[in-house]
């Protein structure tokens, strides 16, 4: 399984942004796609998932301002990231869960204030 993710660069506090990630191979129809951040100098953590059946959480620090949803035709998660904040700063990593655990290379998102 390989995992192609897109969508990162600079916004400015307020903006938005939205994340895409692709995955490839061979793909259980049940899984869990999500997305991860690191910001420098700290552990990585889960900002949002959503499993095969549409049920989401998020982490509280962006209840409210992201949405994660995915399109299972295509394999394909998003990540639309809205009232941004610096310290959504981090690269971002998607993450495919079934049997096995696969992550993405991670894309950088950079909020300027």
């Known amino acids: 399984v390989q995992l192609q993710a897109s969508g990162g660069g600079l916004v400015q506090a307020g903006g938005s942004l939205r994340l895409s990630c692709a995955a490839s191979?061979?793909?259980?129809?049940?899984?869990?796609m999500a997305w991860y951040r690191q910001a420098p100098g700290e552990e990585r953590e889960l900002v949002a998932r959503?499993?095969?059946?549409?049920?989401?959480n998020y982490a509280d620090s962006v209840k409210g301002r992201f949405t994660i949803s995915r399109d299972n035709a295509r394999n394909t998660v998003y990540l639309q990231m809205s009232t941004l904040k610096p310290e959504d700063t981090a690269v971002y990593y998607c993450?495919?869960?079934?049997?096995?655990?696969?992550w993405g290379k991670g894309t950088l998102v950079t909020v300027s204030s």
């Open positions: 959503i499993f095969s059946s549409g049920y989401s």
């Open positions: 191979g061979s793909i259980f129809s049940i899984n869990i």
């Open positions: 993450n495919l869960k079934n049997v096995h655990d696969y």
